[in-house]
């Protein structure tokens, strides 16, 4: 994982500020490391997104849109069961769970300079496997306890965020005995996720069997696979209301995230206080991961090919790679959605196989352009 891959400075951000002048343009020409924002691809991409979501409605169901407004009262309340009960809250949950997984893995990537950094990185996926696991294990036990929201999502949640802080507090501990800099800060954060996350699972597996219940092996292995069907309305809110917050924390700090990928240096003589900064943002990306995962279980390759998407298309500016890449986050899952329910119709492929096939040689292809 190399870091010194990211652009060179332009000369301008080592000027000294003198009192009364503006804070310099991070968007110089010299290193062409921050472009000029432009809406018009954001909403031409926003356009694309409402067409997938509305082929994704109508595609593949068994019967067609039109019986929607059929005389026939068995086919009209079929349709309206499908079409306005069962599909909506899931393509929602979709569009909102890609997205978030989106958004965290840019600026994730960001912060650590790194294109292989994803959501997954701080132990969230680990420590929501663990939290699901244990929901399942007690599920007699709990006997209903948080059924609106969901045990085992709700467990899943409490799992992925708690493994999000205690990456991040033995993160900050390896850094002071390895080295104070901002790069000594990202390498002990990345390899302390490893190994909790190596950790964490191999805890998920040991309950899983000493449970010595089939049931909770099948139930684990298919929430490992990711799927959207069993998300609800409370679980959707909860999510929408991560990816607002989330959201809003990024693009309140896109002038620090450009600055960071110029380097520590240059980011600090601009003002960023870069402990700070990583600290606002690793919590945001927690947030949105964690309400992820505890949605729609492990979905692989959107959180790591949707921002490397936006980059290549609108440029590394924050404010416009941000919105980017949740629409492309999105749009992809949605669509891996739509596919996963109808390509072996009636049978059902969980999504996060489908993301994985599909994910895989795209990336490939895209490693292979850049």
Known sequence: MNESSSASAPSGLHAVKAPGDKDPDIKGSGANVIPEQNTVPLLILSLLCALLVLAALVWGAPIPFSDLWSNEATKAETARRIFLELRPPRILAGLLVGASLATAGAALQSVFRNPLAEPYLLGVSSGGALGAAIALWLGPALNGLFASFGTVS???????????????????????????????????????????????????????????????????????????????????????????????????????????????????SLGVEIERVHRRLLLAAALMSASA??????????????????????????????????????????????????????????????????????????????
């Open 154 to 268: 709700l467990f899943a949640f409490v799992g992925s965020l708690g493994a999000s802080v205690l990456v991040y507090r033995l993160g900050q501990s390896s850094q002071m005995m390895l080295s104070s800099s901002g790069a000594g800060q990202r390498a002990s954060l990345l390899l302390t996720g490893v190994a909790v996350s190596a950790l964490l699972s191999a805890v998920m597996s040991l309950v899983v069997t000493l449970s010595s219940r089939l049931d909770i092996a099948r139930q684990m292995t298919f929430w490992l696979l990711g799927g959207l069907a069993g998300a609800t309305l409370i679980q959707t809110a909860w999510l929408a209301a991560s990816l607002v917050i989330g959201g809003l924390v990024m693009l309140a700090s896109a002038r620090d995230l450009d600055a960071l990928q110029v380097g520590d240096e240059e980011a600090s």
């Open 293 to 370: 995962v505890a949605t729609a279980g492990l979905i692989g390759f959107i959180g790591l090919l949707a921002p490397h998407l936006a980059r290549l298309v609108f440029g590394r500016g924050a404010r416009t790679m941000l919105p980017a890449a949740a629409l492309l986050g999105a749009m992809l899952l949605c669509g891996c959605d739509a596919l996963a329910r109808s390509i072996a119709s009636p049978l059902e492929i969980p999504v996060g196989i489908l993301t994985a096939i599909l994910g895989v040689p795209l990336w490939i292809a895209l490693m292979r352009r850049q």
